[in-house]
């Protein structure tokens, strides 16, 4: 310490002891799990801040904020509301919590809901217009969960005899 600005050293105790009453919230914030799931489009893995135009084109799909998309296990043909294909996410929020936010949030992008299992690995089925869409949920090894979204035409693949 140096006698020459004393009031430099006062003025520092001051301001770290100033910071003291916001430390406990800071330190509980950080403690905090993860925000609740909400809809939003989702980012690429890898994404740079750039949007991906194709994601940026599936709009009649929730997707939850902060979910991150596996290109390497997804195909999309088409666009808007009629595409199909496979739509691979991973995301920091809970099994249960994912399941919870598409039983939610696809019925409100006008999906009826037509069966559903709640289990290791979770599988919700929904219709609209003339698509089915099957939603696999798991858990993810590191934490979080993955979603498997396949949408496909409906219709009957009856084999004739």
Not at 13 to 34: K, N, R, S
Not at 84 to 108: C, H, K, P, Q, W
Not at 131 to 141: M, P, S
């Amino acid at each position: 310490m140096s006698s020459k600005h004393p009031s430099a050293v006062n003025f520092g105790l001051i301001a770290v002891l100033a910071t003291l009453p916001f430390a406990p919230p800071l330190v509980l914030a950080g403690c905090a799990g993860p925000p609740p799931v909400s809809a939003t489009q989702p980012t690429a893995e890898g994404d740079t801040g750039q949007s991906t135009p194709g994601f940026a084109q599936l709009t009649d799909i929730p997707m939850p904020a902060r979910a991150s998309i596996d290109l390497g296990r997804t195909l999309i043909l088409g666009s808007e509301d009629g595409w199909i294909g496979r739509v691979a996410l991973s995301t920091r929020a809970s099994l249960n919590d994912l399941y919870d936010f598409y039983e939610r949030e696809m019925t409100r992008f006008g999906w009826r809901k037509l069966t559903s299992v709640r289990s290791a690995t979770s599988v919700l089925t929904y219709s609209r217009d003339k698509r089915i869409a099957t939603i696999a949920i798991a858990g993810a090894t590191l934490g979080g969960s993955t979603a498997d979204i396949t949408v496909s035409p409906a219709g009957s693949n009856q084999v004739k005899p």
